[in-house]
């Protein structure tokens, strides 16, 4: 008993280095799974960013869309459109004039541009405004000089798959169903786009990020029918 007491001679050396590989063998390992959650979080965190700046920008260019409105009888809403880019009066709100001649609508001209290059969506506004009589529709007054204000409202972004970044539809039929117009929009398609669909991914800083974002953006009166 007494010997087995006072016996110090400890591990061997056979026995020091398996503990030691077994030791580095979990050490390894829980490096391994820490690691994995530290990309994990990032990827979700980096996923959550996206979608997040995805749906500001969706928000930002379905607003501005949303507000777009008649000049006059003859010029609607937008002036151009295509795949990449829409040109389109946008209305500021009602300003009250002489009692002869009735409200008008403060109307800004804006074109937003999806830059396959650089990744991003640029906006041009042409630098003042111009109002438009209602009440009863006025003669056509369209700014033809070229916008001096430019911003980038999003980057990051690109289309979804083969869909455009901007796609439009005419109602048509009865009861109405919403048919796709060829782009780029012809001057006579231009009063029939009835809807304006947007779509667009948004990618995240880490690779394979990305964030999907749809949404439809109605104009009740694309033919400029004032009443």
């Not at 007491?5 to 050396?13: A, I, K, P, Q, Y």
């Not at 280095?17 to 530290?38: K, P, Q, T, W, Y």
């Not at 630098?127 to 438009?132: D, S």
Request: charged share 15%; proline share 7%; hydrophobic share 45%.
């Amino acid at each position: 008993m007494m010997r087995y007491v006072s016996d110090e001679r400890g591990f061997t050396l056979v026995e020091l280095l398996a503990a030691m590989v077994i030791g580095l063998v979990v050490l390894f390992a829980l490096f391994a799974i820490v690691d994995n959650a530290v990309h994990l979080q990032a990827r979700a965190v980096d996923r959550i960013e996206a979608n997040d700046g995805g749906r500001l920008a969706m928000d930002l260019i379905s607003q501005q869309l949303g507000s777009r409105v008649c000049v006059s009888g003859t010029q609607g809403s937008l002036v151009s459109g295509a795949d990449n880019e829409v040109e389109f009066f946008a209305s500021l709100g009602m300003t009250p004039e002489s009692t002869t001649e009735g409200q008008r609508l403060v109307l800004q001209r804006r074109r937003l541009i999806y830059r396959p290059v650089s990744n991003d969506v640029r906006e041009e506004v042409w630098v003042g405004t111009q109002a438009a009589p209602v009440l009863p529709p006025g003669p056509d007054t369209v700014p033809t000089v070229e916008p001096t204000t430019t911003r980038t409202i999003v980057s990051g972004v690109a289309p979804v798959g083969a869909t455009p970044f901007f796609s439009y539809f005419a109602m048509t039929g009865a009861p109405p169903q919403p048919t796709q117009l060829a782009t780029p929009l012809l001057s006579t398609d231009l009063s029939e786009a009835a809807r304006i669909n947007v779509s667009f991914v948004a990618r995240g800083k880490v690779a394979g990020v990305s964030s999907e974002l749809h949404n439809q953006i109605l104009d009740r009166s694309p033919g400029c029918f004032f009443g």
